[in-house]
């Protein structure tokens, strides 16, 4: 934690979750609510189907909402897509953009997700931009040059710096159970937080998350480390419980 920005701790359902899972949803607003996540703003990013729930269950409250993904589009004909528009109705707050599973999986280019990045900014919505290398990448001494491209062709120019969320999620972490050390972490954060400050006006005020197998054991080392403002957690976001015990580490 670090540079005096408010951490935050996103919790990424993925393709998980069913109405039964709203319990947890309701267990971590009371528990944020109870102080369990002291200073840090939590959102949890369910799949669409329980977003409008949610969010009727969590209005008033301190947990904000997130969805997994957004259209460029704010309307039209797109069968299957979903708009930021839309997702703002829902009741939504945050968008995530980027993931290494679009990127991936769906073969979303840097173009296409700075575009979706600004379709989120245009709808009222804050946008967490995932950025990592892979393992090949990595052991090719590019990772911070990857990292680097990514973040000027992701990021939309006009975005104001508390409306933005940089994610840093190293491919190769992401549910594999590796985890990158402190240090690795430190360079790759120490890095972005450089160019943020260099590239852009207000870049300083950008909070930079961390996130790949993130779970309550390893929260502290984690998440303790100069320049970083939180985390995105995947599949320990999935129970309150766990979820609670990581945000521990900002009470």
Known sequence: MSDNLRPLLAGNWKMNGRLADLAEIDAIRSRVAAGA?????VVVCPPFTLLTEAARRCGGSPVGLGAQDCSTAPCGAYT?????????????????????????????????????????????????LCLGETQAQRSAGEALA??????????????????????YEPVWAIGTGITPTPTDIAEMHGFLRRRLAERRAGGERIR????GS?????????????????????????????????????R
Request: net charge negative; aromatic share 4%; hydrophobic share 50%.
């Open 146 to 167: 990857t990292v680097a491209a990514q973040l000027e062709a992701s990021l939309p120019e006009e975005a104001a710096p508390e409306r933005l969320v940089i994610a």
């Open 214 to 250: 993130v779970k309550p054991a390893n929260a502290a080392d984690l998440l303790n480390g100069a320049d970083v403002n939180g985390a995105l957690v995947g599949g320990a976001s999935l129970k309150a419980e766990e979820f609670m015990a990581i945000a521990a580490v900002y």
């Open 208 to 211: 930079i998350l961390y996130g």
């Open 80 to 128: 299957g897509d979903i708009s930021a528009e839309m997702l703002k109705d829902a009741g939504a707050s945050f968008v995530i953009v980027g993931h290494s599973e679009r990127r991936a999986g769906h073969g979303e280019s840097d173009a296409l997700v700075r575009a979706k990045a600004a379709a989120g900014l245009r709808a009222g919505l804050n946008v967490i």
């Open 37 to 41: 996540a002291g200073q840090a703003q």
